[in-house]
Every structure is written in structure tokens, then in C-alpha cells.
């Protein structure tokens, strides 16, 4: 089925869009397809986008051996979902950013700006609070989505979330009164802090390139075959450049 064109998203981030998430917006082969929907895999796609590259510099910033690990789990987590969200994207005809939010780029600069056990302290509070919002965000998902490409998608993101959750809290780092605050009153900010901003037309679409040796398992999606092809839209040729 051919779909319309879709709106980018209005709202991104910590905060929740606060407008008729339900409403239909597109009705697909693989289900309707919500407000809720399209911006999910914009927040998943978007959330790669500054994560990863702290994953970089966690492992040769980070003190400690938990810490570098901790930005090996980003990478690797974060290539796999990165590589989820282009394929579905046009399957269901969203747009995703090339660039994280200012209020992501904000949480870039304030880790890659400290040194020493105050980097690791920051990477990996900053990163706890971002990924248990989001984790609750995945539930609502996976338990109210019509869609099977984004429940695909969310049952992805609820592993990768997880695990990434779970390094963090490895890490020694983590001051739980000080995240599970952050996480539950997050600060009133203002829409155009959320988004990402929209591609420019004709950009190369970015890519965030998989570790040399990847673990993350890649999405399954419904009705592809062995080759990786879908009825809808036949086996793709990777994009680029590559980030990484």
C-alpha cells in the first residue's frame, strides 16, 4: 500500500509528546501506524545517534575497565537498532534525523567536556537516567502498537535498553537517588530542545557502523526472507558514509 507523506515529529527526548499519540496516521500492510509509532523509531534512531559516539569515547576516555565496557555495549547496541530503524523507516515511510536533539547534544558536551572519574561519573548517570526513561517508554510500545515492524522494533530496543542499563549500573558510578530523580521529573523544556532536526533534502543518510565483531542479534522482520528481502520493498543497498 502506498503512504501518504508523514510529518516529521514534533516532540523528542526525555519528555513526552503530550498530543493525540493514539491518532492513525497511516494504515500500512503490517498495521496502522500511530503518532506513537513514527515517533518511537525516530527516538530510537535519534538515541543512536549521540550514544554511539560516547561509546567511542568511553573507551578511550573511561578509567576503569567497567566503563570502557559499558561503551562497548553502546556501539555494538546502537549499530544493531541504527541498522533496525533505516530498514523499517521506508518500509513505513518516516522520516528519521541525521543528527541527535540539541538537548542530546547538550548531554554530549557535558560528558565529553570532563576528564577523569568525573567523565565516569557523568557517562554513566547521564546514561542511566536516558535509558530508564526510555525503557518505560518500550513498554508502552510493545504493549499498544498495531504495528508488527515497530513491535519488532520495541522488542529489540527492550534488550538493548536493558543491557545497556545494566553496564551502567556495573560501572560503580551510578547515584540511583540522583537518576531515578532526574528520570522521573525531567526538566520542562521547550519542543524545539527535543527534536532533531530533519534531514536536508538529498543528504546521504548516516550510518553507524557495526564492531568488528558484532553481538547484537539484527531485527527480524515480519515475512522477510532468508536473503533479507521483504515483499514490500526487496533486498536495499547500505547506505552511506558511515560513522565510525
Known amino acids: 500500500m502506498t503512504l501518504g507523506a508523514l510529518a516529521y515529529p514534533s516532540m523528542l527526548g526525555v519528555s513526552q509528546a503530550a498530543t493525540a499519540q493514539d491518532r492513525i496516521i497511516a494504515q500500512t500492510q503490517w498495521g496502522p501506524l500511530t503518532e506513537q509509532d513514527r515517533d518511537f523509531v525516530v527516538k530510537v534512531r535519534a538515541a543512536g545517534l549521540w550514544e554511539y559516539p560516547l561509546g567511542q569515547v568511553a573507551q578511550q576516555k573511561g578509567t576503569t575497565p567497567e566503563v570502557k565496557e559499558a561503551g562497548k555495549h553502546l556501539i555494538d547496541g546502537h549499530a544493531a537498532l541504527d541498522a533496525a530503524c533505516r530498514k523499517i523507516a521506508p518500509m513505513l515511510n518516516i522520516t528519521i534525523p541525521n543528527v541527535a536533539s540539541p538537548q542530546q547534544v ?32 518500550i513498554s508502552k510500545i510493545r504493549s499498544t502498537t498495531k504495528n508488527s515492524l515497530v513491535r519488532s522494533l520495541a522488542d529489540m530496543a527492550n534488550d538493548t535498553v536493558l543491557d545497556h542499563m545494566t553496564v551502567m549500573e556495573k560501572t560503580g558510578f551510578v547515584n540511583f537517588d540522583q537518576a531515578l530523580f532526574m528520570q522521573t521529573t525531567p526538566p520542562k523544556l521547550p519542543s ?42 526487496g533486498a536495499g543497498a547500505t547506505p552511506t558514509p558511515t560513522v565510525g
Open 192 to 233: 524545539s530542545d527535543l527534536t532533531p532536526p530533519a534531514p536536508q533534502p538529498g543528504a546521504p543518510m548516516v550510518v553507524l557502523t557495526p564492531p568488528p565483531n558484532p553481538t547484537s542479534t539484527p531485527l527480524a522482520v515480519p515475512g522477510e526472507n532468508a536473503n533479507g528481502a521483504t515483499p514490500a520493498t
Open 106 to 137: 547538550g548531554f554530549v558536551n557535558t560528558i565529553e567536556s570532563s576528564s577523569g572519574q568525573q567523565f565516569d561519573t557523568n557517562f554513566a548517570n547521564i546514561l542511566r537516567v536516558t535509558h530508564g526513561s526510555i525503557f518505560n517508554a
